[in-house]
């Protein structure tokens, strides 16, 4: 029986571009522009910052509306990705990378935020609903899925607005850096032993 194609008809598809093809397609959600830098809402875009400092994967390439790099973790050939389309058009990109590089829901990885999670939190999730966030509404709505791995980054509820809270830089830097590089620490580990037993070491 044939596979079912997550992108339409394959007479649609662009041949894939086997330079940027990998095993993993990781994606840190976040705002392109200096304004943006280290806030809140920009916490996938660090973690892949992260990612990219301790394996050497320089994200320099720009291509399907998005920075790219890839390179190697823990065996496993990896394209990092960060959409340059804004927050809530998050799934454009994806889309067109995942339309021409012919990737598989279940190869992706999704970092985002989560203002419903405490500040030093990380969780980890083989699929489900986007909840309120913006960049996963549009990621499942393009994608027409909700089955693929995702990393959230705890930045805990607001006092006040919920657009200046993610908008807003981190009140405690050591604690949003040690959430970042835990939530780093979680991307590894499922790359490294699979979404169970990473879900046992940081769930």
């Known amino acids: 029986m044939r ?16 330079d940027l093809s990998a095993d993993w397609y990781i994606i840190g959600l976040g705002n392109p522009g200096g304004q943006y830098a280290h806030t809140r809402h920009n916490a996938g875009f660090d973690v892949v910052s992260i990612l990219s400092q301790r394996h050497g994967i320089g ?30 058009r998050s ?17 992706l990885i999704v970092i985002y935020d989560d203002a419903d999670l405490p500040l030093c ?13 913006n960049g996963m509404k549009s990621i499942i709505y393009h994608l027409q899925t909700e089955e693929f791995a995702r990393v959230r980054v705890g930045i805990g509820k607001p006092d ?5 809270h993610v908008l807003g830089e981190y009140n405690d830097k050591q ?17 490294a032993y699979g979404i169970t037993e990473a879900q046992s070491r940081y769930n």
């Open 3 to 18: 596979k079912r194609l997550l992108f339409g008809s394959s007479r649609l598809r662009r041949k894939p571009a086997k």
């Open 91 to 107: 799934g454009e990109s994806v889309k067109e990378l995942a339309g021409a590089l012919g990737v598989r829901a279940g190869q």
């Open 175 to 191: 604690a949003a850096f040690d959430t970042l590089s835990k939530a780093a620490d979680a991307v590894e580990a499922l790359l």
């Open 160 to 164: 006040g607005d919920i657009v200046d």
């Open 121 to 133: 939190t990380v969780r980890i999730k083989a699929r489900g609903s986007a909840g309120s966030h």
């Open 59 to 88: 994200v320099r390439i720009h291509k399907y509306s998005a920075r790219l790099g890839k390179g190697d973790i823990n065996g496993k050939a990896v394209l990092l990705c960060m959409p340059q389309t804004y927050m809530n």
